[in-house]
Structures are given as C-alpha cells and as structure tokens.
C-alpha cells in the first residue's frame, strides 16, 4: 500500500513527446496541484506547427517501422511489455497521477495505474485477432473486406480520471496498427508524458505514440489536421460537438466522442435499500463526484423515500476528505476553484427553485484546494438546476414517483444517456427497465463501471458516440476495405 509523500518531490517531465524525445519551447502556463492549488510545474502550449511535427513524426513512425504491416504478434509483444513496464513504474506513475489531480493516492495506484495497464494488456490480446471476411459474392469473383487502420488517431483526454481515460484510447488505437498524437488536459498533462516515456523502453517505434501539450485550441488544431484520420475525445458534450463540427469541417473525419452524463438512479420499493444506498454513496462519492457515470439522480418509489435518505445522509458524511498525497485521504478536491464555484452556483439556483438542501451544500475549508461538501437536495423537479446540469461534484438529487411508469419517465433527461442503475428484486422489472431506459450501460442492483475490459462504454443521446473498452473499441479504430478479384 502507498503511503504519504511529499509533492514537492514529484519531478514532472514538461513538454510534448514527439518523436520519442522531451520538446519544450514557445508560450507556457502553469499547472496546479489541484489538493492545495499551488502552481507547480509549466506546460508549452503546442501551436499548428507543432502539432504538424507531431503528425509527421507519427506518419514517419508508421512508414519506417511498419507498425501497421508487422507481424501483429509483435505490436502484441511490445504493448504487453509496455503493460508490465507500467506496472513495475506503478509508485512513480501514482504519485504523478495523485499530485496533478483530484485522485487520491490510494487510488492512484492500486486502481487507476493497474487498471491502465489491465487495459493496455487487453488489447494487445487484440492485435492478432483482427481478421478480414471472405465475402459470398454474386458472382464467381473473390469478394474480401480487408480491415486497415486509419493511420493516424488524434487522441483528446479530460482532466477527472487522465491515465486511465488516455489508456482506453491507447490501447485499441495502438492494437489495430495506427499510431497516435494524444492531448491530454491542460489541468493534468503529466502522467500521459511518462506512459509515452515507457512505450519507447517497452520497444514502440519512437513516433508510434507522441503527446503534444496544451489546451482547447491545440486540441482544434489536432482535429482539424489533414493527417489525422480519425478523433478519439473524452470530455464534455460541448466540446464533443465542437469536435465533431471542426472533423466534419476538416475533411469528414470518424470520431468516437465519450461525453457527459447525469445518470440516474432507480430505486424501487421492493429493493435491497442497504445495497442500494451503499451503491448510490459510492457512485456520487467516488473522484467526488467528478465522474462522467456519476449516478447523480436518485429517483426513489415513495413509500421508501425516508428510509432511503436516512440511509443516504448517514452513509455520505462517512469520507475521508485531505490532500490527494495522504494514504489516508479517500475523498480528493474538486479540480480547480473555478469548478467548485460552478457546483456552489448550480446548488444555490437549485435552492432558488425550490430544492431543498438536506445535507452539505457548501465548500469545504481547511485545505488550500477547493473541496466540496457531499450533499442532498430534495424537492426537486425535472426542470430544477441541479436535476437538469452535470454538476461533476458530491452532489445528489432526489425525486419520488410511484409507479412504474413514472419512476422510468423520470428517469430519462431530456439530454443525456450515459449509464443508469436499477434497484428491484423483481426480475421482470429489472429487464423491462433495461429495455426502456436510455441509457449505453444499464445497471442492474450494482452500480459502478466496471473494469471488465470486454464490456464497451459509451453513451446514448448527448452522451455520446461510439465506445470506449470491448471489441467495439478496437474494431472502431479500423476501418474496411472492399476488394473483388477476377479470378
Ligand atoms: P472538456 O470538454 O472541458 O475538455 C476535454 C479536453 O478537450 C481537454 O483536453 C481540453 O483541452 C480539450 N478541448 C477543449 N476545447 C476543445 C476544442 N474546441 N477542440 C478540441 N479539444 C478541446 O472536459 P473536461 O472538463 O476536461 O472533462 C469533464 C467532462 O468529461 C465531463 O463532462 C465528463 O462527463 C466527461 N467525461 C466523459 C467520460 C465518458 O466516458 N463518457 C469519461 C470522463 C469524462
């Protein structure tokens, strides 16, 4: 188990990774440590220029070493190589991961190092499955759908979970034979630079994976460059549709977009309450509420609803608030001040609607960084503020229906469709809310992503399009081609 550290010696390599080596250069900002909101290390800003050297360097990586036409074993062999080298730098990514964001130490590394390397080790089982299909044609020609990769994927991360998101755009990128110029967020753009540092001692083609720093404009330029066959975004639903205008704009260039969410919660009468209580705290308390499957609305069948929020208002105070470098802290800081005001206002305009607050809404003091209270707001409608926004905090909304029917129309937001959870002992209608929630993951008396890679994640709606994890992830980053030969 990690223990405290100290974050001032945390040493950070600054700079893209093109090419396999460490470039600096050109305008800089700072970057925060989000637990006390100390500025500690810079980033260059890549300009149009250098994200063209990032491209090329990637097109040359990909002609010279042959990533793509290689023995796929040998793509397999390296990112396997790669998986146990990330594990055995588990501490050290750890500590950058914890001290540049808001995950706790103790997550860091047991939970979202290992799991990046269980990712990347899931897909390199990948590269040497990826068959074409003899097609039965009309005619006695040789019909045959031939898989390629694009050639180039532009990879743009988001701040609240950076490795382990970075990761799952990695691996089936990489696995089907492209190469791949990552951004990661200007807020946490640390631990992607190592994992890029690692891939070349693992033996990738240097060029094979480069990083290029910056914010939202050097993510546009990412997109829109002619080099990039496809995009690959996380991060929220308006920068996925600018994304996705600035990639119809640049040439009609596929994009897989992983966006927001304001997931609910559907607890029915007949439910485990223990269960589901100790479900609903974890999902809202985990990354403090800074998670895109965040199962923010709980919507609770009447004649429970009492017995459910005195479970509730027990359970979430139950966290260990502190900065993200104690082994004891188990709740972490929201990202920046900036974001905290955001959820104090979404909660104060909901108060104003009518909500009720029943426990927390308020910052937390004491840590130099911005933490936010783990709260309940009750009394609250479809169109309240803290029911229609992603808040991406510790912040839960509670709504009562009482029948069937209205619990599942309550459940559908006019905007999102990422995950849901259902709580009921009556198999029926478990399955019938399956069938009418809108959601792309539907689960049932559990609620967590699980880190089952073979199950994809992706939303509905304004959450998204296309998936992260399972074949679909791998299969979305090749595209076909059709072949008939005379014979
Ligand atoms: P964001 O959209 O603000 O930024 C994400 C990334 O996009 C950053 O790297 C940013 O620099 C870049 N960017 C900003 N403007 C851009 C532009 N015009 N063109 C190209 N790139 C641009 O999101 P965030 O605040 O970093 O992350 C939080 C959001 O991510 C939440 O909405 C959350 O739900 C979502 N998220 C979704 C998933 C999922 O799997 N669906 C997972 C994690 C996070």
Redesign the pocket.
């Known amino acids: 188990m990690s223990g405290d550290f100290d974050p001032a010696a945390i040493q950070v390599t600054a700079g893209h990774f093109i090419a396999g080596a460490a470039i600096g250069g050109g305008e800089t900002i700072p970057v925060a440590r989000p637990s006390d909101l100390v500025d500690y290390a810079e980033i260059p800003i890549a300009d149009g220029g250098m994200v063209d050297r990032a491209v090329g360097s990637a097109h040359a990586a990909v002609a010279a070493s042959g990533w793509a036409t290689r023995p796929p074993r040998e793509r397999a062999r390296i990112l396997r190589r790669w998986a146990e080298l990330i594990e055995a730098n588990a501490e050290e990514l750890g500590r950058i991961e914890a001290v540049g964001s808001t995950r706790p130490i103790s997550q860091a590394v047991t939970g979202d190092v290992a799991a990046t390397a269980d990712g990347i080790r899931f897909f390199a089982e990948w590269a040497d499955k990826l068959g074409g299909e003899v097609a039965a044609t009309r005619s006695d020609n040789l019909g045959l759908i031939v898989s390629e990769p694009y050639g180039v994927v532009g990879a743009?991360?988001?701040?609240?979970?950076p490795l382990s998101?970075a990761s799952?755009k990695l691996g089936p990128a990489l696995a089907a034979g492209n190469a791949i110029v990552l951004?990661?967020?200007?807020?946490t753009p640390f631990s992607a630079v190592r994992l890029a540092q690692l891939a070349i001692e693992a033996g990738m083609p240097a060029g094979i994976f480069n990083v290029v720093q910056?914010?939202?404009?050097?993510?546009?330029a990412?997109?829109r460059h002619p080099g990039i066959g496809k995009i690959s975004?996380?991060?929220?639903?308006?920068?996925?549709a600018?994304?996705m205008r600035?990639a119809a704009e640049s040439g009609i260039k596929p994009v897989t977009l992983?966006?927001?969410?304001k997931s609910p919660q559907l607890v029915f009468a007949d439910a485990d309450l223990e269960k589901a209580a100790t479900c609903i705290a974890g999902s809202i308390l985990a990354n403090s509420g800074?998670?895109?499957?965040a199962g923010s609305r709980v919507i609770v069948q009447r004649p429970i609803a009492d017995a459910l929020i005195e479970l509730l208002t027990m359970k979430l105070p139950q966290i260990r608030p502190g900065h993200t470098w104690k082994a004891a802290t188990d709740f972490g800081p929201i990202?920046s001040d900036a974001?905290a005001r955001r959820i104090d206002r979404i909660v104060t305009a909901s108060r104003e609607q009518g909500g009720e607050v029943l426990l927390g809404g308020g910052l937390m003091a004491g840590y130099g960084g911005a933490y936010y209270q783990p709260t309940i707001i009750a009394n609250v409608t479809a169109d309240n503020a803290a029911v229609r926004e992603?808040i991406?905090g510790p912040v839960l909304t509670l709504q009562l229906f009482d029948t069937e029917e209205e619990g599942f129309a309550l459940a559908d937001h006019p905007e999102y469709g990422?995950a849901a959870g259902v709580y009921t002992r009556d198999l029926g209608r478990g399955l019938r809310a399956v069938r009418q929630l809108q959601a792309g993951t539907v689960w049932v008396n559990r609620y967590s992503r699980t880190l089952d890679f073979i199950l994809p994640?992706?939303?509905y709606k304004s959450?998204?399009i296309g998936k992260?994890l399972g074949r679909q992830a791998v299969e979305q980053n090749l595209r076909h081609k059709t072949v008939l030969i005379d014979i």
């Open positions: 743009i991360a988001p701040w609240n979970v998101t799952w951004k990661p967020s200007e807020l910056g914010t939202g404009v050097t993510g546009d990412l997109t975004f996380t991060g929220s639903t308006r920068t996925g600018a994304i600035a992983e966006l927001g969410g800074q998670g895109c499957v990202i974001q992603e991406f990422l994640t992706g939303g959450s998204g992260d």
